[in-house]
């Protein structure tokens, strides 16, 4: 019985893996827009997703608006377009921030980039704030 129930366990996490592989390699073979990854809203200007800035680290990159900044906490709260590269949906969200970010130019209604990188504990921080429309 233990036997059986290994096999099916090994068979299962083999299925799993395969397909995690080939969403993979469809990804990157096909980018789609913010504008089309919300619906194609009129009010969202069509251009390609941006990609992880390290490779083979836990990263992605999203529009989003600021609602409030704590300096002290180190922490922001966002209203954060959809984020394809990990799955999430657009929404409203509080984050922590690296030591590296200067909070100072950070101010509530700003529309921003944020990079976010998914630290060692699994809970995702913001490593890069800049003005919407700027290159990273």
């Excluded at 909070?103 to 976010?116: D, E, F, M, Q, Y």
Aim: glycine share 6%; hydrophobic share 45%.
């Amino acid at each position: 019985m233990f036997r059986q129930t290994t096999r099916r366990l090994a068979l299962a996490a083999a299925v799993l893996a395969q397909a995690a592989c080939a969403n993979q390699q469809a990804m990157a073979v096909s980018r789609p827009t913010v504008a089309e990854d919300m619906g194609a809203s009129s009010r969202v200007p069509k251009r390609p997703l941006p990609l992880p800035v390290h490779d083979g680290r836990a990263d992605a990159h999203a529009m989003a608006v600021v609602n409030a900044v704590d300096p002290a906490k180190r922490t922001m709260n966002v209203s954060h377009e959809p984020i394809p590269a990990i799955g999430w949906p657009a929404m409203t969200m509080d984050f922590a921030v690296a030591p590296s970010v200067d909070l100072t130019a950070v101010k509530p209604g700003s529309r921003v980039n944020i990079a976010i990188e998914k630290g060692k504990n699994g809970i995702y921080e913001v490593h890069g704030v800049q003005p919407a429309g700027k290159a990273r």
